[in-house]
């Protein structure tokens, strides 16, 4: 009776997730799997045929100038963006957490931000950072600082800090409330018993709130990461990935190759880059965050 009872019900949970595998199989697998076969061949967006290639789609888009500056793009948000993001929103969650009254208060306003659509962000901040009537470069000038108001979207070295500063803008609140989460999960026992043994408030934080916060970091590590690497739509309403290529993220330029300038199959020898790429970033996360969760707990 039961191992019939358990077939029974491995058949319903069978049949519940039937739909939802039937529609991941043929708008994600299919088109996933065509992608990459398209990927070497010759195709123009538009015939029904092609030509095999080879590696010659991946070899040009390497090869292409703007490859190396996308690169480096990409690696320097990854660097600044991520530690930033994540450090903000700990020290902010931390904050609200030990506000107790207000607390929900803050949670809204910090994250208000998120729930804006990334385009409609793109073109408030593309207003504020501004030259001539930016909120910014507008302060400057008022208060006698003329030598601080600076072309912020167009100076190559200032571009991408700009766009991590809007993006943390944006993301910081979804970030946050993970951070505060994990910090209500937080057995207040621990707190007192390093209390009793005379622990300081940076000894509490350093041995109870980051080793309990772990599985919370390595979630946001992740997330932020997957986010940055698909990064589309603020940097094409903000900058359209200028000057020159100083702010143009993969995804950007996928997007560029495909519907811009008509090169289907450099947009996706690119995609298929881009994607191994993220696959590799986030196996290799997923190791050494889940290796640092096992010491810790």
């Not at 703007?66 to 990409?74: A, H, K, W």
């Amino acid at each position: 009776m039961n191992s019939s009872s358990s077939r029974v019900r491995l058949l319903q949970c069978f049949a519940f997730c039937l739909p939802a595998a039937i529609i991941i199989f043929i708008f994600f697998f299919v088109p996933m799997v065509r992608s990459l076969q398209l990927s070497f061949t010759d195709w123009d967006g538009i015939s029904l045929t092609s030509q095999w290639v080879g590696l010659d789609n991946f070899r040009t888009v390497i090869s292409h100038r703007s490859f190396n500056q996308i690169v480096r793009n990409t690696i320097y948000l990854m660097v600044i963006y991520i530690p930033l993001l994540n450090v903000f929103a700990l020290f902010i969650a931390i904050q609200i957490y030990e506000v107790k009254n207000l607390g929900n208060l803050y949670k809204t306003v910090f994250f208000l931000p998120n729930m804006l659509s990334m385009t409609v962000v793109g073109f408030i901040w593309k207003l504020i950072f501004s030259f001539h009537n930016g909120i910014i470069n507008k302060f400057f000038r008022t208060v006698g600082l003329n030598a601080l108001a600076n072309d912020w979207l167009g100076d190559p070295s200032l571009v991408l800090p700009s766009m991590t500063m809007t993006i943390i803008w944006y993301a910081l609140g979804y970030y946050v409330l993970i951070y505060l989460s994990g910090l209500y999960n937080i057995p207040v026992e621990l707190y007192e018993a390093t209390e009793v043994e005379g622990a300081s408030s940076r000894q509490k934080f350093v041995n109870v709130t980051i080793p309990m916060l772990a599985p919370a970091i390595t979630i946001n590590i992740i997330l932020s990461t997957i986010g940055l690497i698909t990064l589309f739509d603020l940097p094409f309403v903000l900058t359209g990935g200028g000057p020159g290529y100083n702010s143009q993220t993969i995804a950007l330029q996928i997007y560029y190759l495909g519907f811009v300038t008509l090169q289907p199959k450099l947009a996706l020898a690119l995609a298929v880059i881009l994607g191994i790429f993220a696959i590799l970033i986030i196996i290799v996360l997923m190791k050494i965050l889940r290796k640092r969760e096992e010491n810790i707990l």
